[in-house]
Structures are given as structure tokens and as C-alpha cells.
């Protein structure tokens, strides 16, 4: 079955306690991007990778790191997290590919990982 | 920068049809997406438009306006299922050549009552 797993999906840390939330893909797909969901704020994106070894930062990036070692895992790291990175997270990955044909380059989705920082 | 707008709430009948809107502002534009997220759970693709027009997908359309920076979600014979949020999202360039990311709006709550 083709999907996007994440762990932990509930975590409850004390600020400054390093944490990595995983996400691996099983579809061969080149993009792969990390997210948090707050509410009123909607998805904002955190990192993104094009492909192994290529990331980028995306709109909240500060606190937060990414690895892109191989292709199908993108793990999210919080350093020293903070109370501020209370939320529910979510990794999603996609084929990189344009507009046109069956390749909508539509993302597909891990089931989130709610993350509460004390 | 990108500006993605869509209502916050909406409410509609169980077997009636409901239209979402979305207008946006990007600094460019390769097609928009629409996914439902039910609470806690995570987005699911509905549709996408790249091209001016309607796309139909049984119970839900899906309309582009390229010119008026605008779309909307069309579902008909609704359901208290569909009860769910529903994310217009925009593929823009962000940076260098074939790099192209989504940007979400926040959001329409959509509520269906008996």
C-alpha cells in the first residue's frame, strides 16, 4: 500500500529536549516537505527536499532542521524545542513532476504527529 | 508573496450544494489544488486545475479562473460526511529554475446539517 508514515503521532516533551519526528515514503517520490498545522494559521511549510541530499528552507523554518539521506525518508529534527512548536505536524511527499498527464504532482499526505512541548 | 483567500466557515443542508471559494495572489501560478482535511486527520486530494474551466469528479467540481485569480469547490448532494475542512492550495515558483512549491490558504470549515 502506497503511503507516508510518520512517528511518532503523539509526543509530549519538556523544552530543550531533543526530538526527531521520522517520515518515510514508500512511492518513490523525488519531493518530500514537512509542515505544521495551528489553528487560524492553516499548513505553513517548514522544509522541503527536491530529491537526496537537496533542501530548502520553506515559510517557518527557524528551530527546526531536515536530512534528506535517502529518498525515502525526510526526518524532522527539533534541536531545543519550545513551547511556540506546539502543533500538529505533518510530512507529505510528492513525484516532482509539472503540470499535464496523470502526474498532478498531487502531495500525499503521513497521518500527522501531534507534538506539545511543556 | 503569496496571499491565498478563502472563508473561514460556511454551513449547508444535508443533500444540498455548496460552493467554496477561493481567490489568490501569487507571484506565479501552476495549478491549484483542492484537498479535504477531516479534524484531526490528515489532507486527502480532491482536485486539480491547471487549465480555465471545470473539472468534474462525481459528487465534486472543481472551476478555474486563471485571469480572476479565482476557484471554487462545487459539491452537490451533500453529505454529513463531507462535514470537513476544505484547503485551496497554489503551485507558484518559489526559487530557481523548475522549483515549484504549494502554498495553503487557511481553510473552509464546512459544516452539514440534517
Known amino acids: 500500500e502506497a503511503q507516508v508514515t510518520q512517528n511518532p503521532r503523539y509526543l509530549i516533551t519538556v523544552t530543550g529536549k531533543k526530538l526527531t519526528v521520522t517520515c518515510s515514503q514508500n512511492m518513490n517520490h523525488e519531493y518530500m516537505s514537512w509542515y505544521r498545522q495551528d489553528p487560524g494559521l492553516g499548513l505553513r511549510q517548514i522544509y522541503y527536499?527536491?530529491?537526496?541530499?537537496?533542501?530548502d528552507k520553506g515559510d517557518v523554518p527557524e528551530g527546526y532542521k531536515v536530512s534528506r539521506k535517502e529518498k525515502r525518508n525526510f526526518p524532522l529534527i527539533l534541536e531545543s524545542p519550545s513551547p511556540n512548536q506546539t502543533s500538529l505536524y505533518f510530512c507529505?511527499?510528492?513525484?516532482?513532476?509539472?503540470?499535464?498527464?496523470?502526474?498532478?504532482?498531487?502531495?500525499?499526505f503521513g497521518e500527522g504527529s501531534r507534538l506539545t512541548v511543556l | 508573496g503569496q496571499n491565498i483567500d478563502q472563508p473561514t466557515e460556511m454551513t449547508a443542508t444535508e443533500g444540498a450544494i455548496v460552493q467554496i471559494n477561493c481567490t489568490y495572489q501569487t507571484s506565479g501560478f501552476n495549478g491549484l489544488f483542492w484537498y479535504q482535511q477531516h479534524a484531526g486527520e490528515a489532507p486527502t486530494f480532491l482536485s486539480y486545475n491547471v487549465l480555465d474551466g471545470l473539472e468534474e469528479k462525481g459528487r465534486f467540481s472543481s472551476f478555474l479562473s486563471r485571469s480572476k485569480g479565482y476557484s471554487y469547490l462545487l459539491l452537490k448532494e451533500l453529505q454529513m460526511k463531507d462535514s470537513a475542512s476544505y484547503l485551496c492550495?497554489?503551485?507558484?515558483?518559489?526559487?530557481?529554475?523548475?522549483?515549484?512549491?504549494?502554498?495553503f490558504g487557511k481553510g473552509t470549515k464546512l459544516s452539514v446539517i440534517p
Open positions: 527536499s527536491m530529491n537526496v541530499e537537496v533542501t
Open positions: 492550495a497554489v503551485r507558484d515558483p518559489r526559487s530557481g529554475a523548475g522549483s515549484y512549491q504549494l502554498t
Open positions: 507529505a511527499s510528492s513525484f516532482y513532476g509539472l503540470a499535464g498527464g496523470a502526474n498532478t504532482g498531487e502531495l500525499f
